[in-house]
Nanobody, 119 residues
């Protein structure tokens, strides 16, 4: 059983920063890439950042230079540091891991954490 629990969201002024955390259970953390998605009101969920088990990172163009994804394998936790927040960053942020098994793809999601950027 894989469980993902996000935390760290909140209300922040434009230009501010937040650090989101995603604590995981199960034995998959150190093996698979971890992802952060976000979903703004009325929009589709989008992938914003990924990190492989070896630490290689990828970002959506819209967040490059402002978001930093990291992972602590000893704590089974992945982080998303968000700097220079903009109103368009307002969304529910979700932690995700997905992988293939012999019976098909498996997708696991956390419950999400709300980030609201407003003055």
């Amino acid at each position: 059983q894989v469980q993902l629990v996000e935390s760290g969201g909140g209300l922040v002024q434009p230009g501010g920063s937040l650090r989101l955390s995603c604590a995981t259970s199960g034995s998959i953390f150190s093996v698979y890439p971890m992802n952060w998605y976000r979903q703004a009101p009325g929009k589709q969920r989008e992938l914003v950042a990924s990190i492989t088990s070896g630490g290689s990172r990828n970002y959506a163009d819209s967040v490059k230079g402002r978001f930093t994804i990291s992972r602590d394998n000893a704590k089974n936790t992945v982080y998303l540091q968000i700097d220079s927040l903009k109103s368009e960053d307002t969304a529910v942020y979700y932690c995700n891991v997905n992988f293939m098994t012999i019976t098909g793809r498996r997708d696991y999601w956390g419950q999400g954490t709300q980030v609201t950027v407003s003055s």
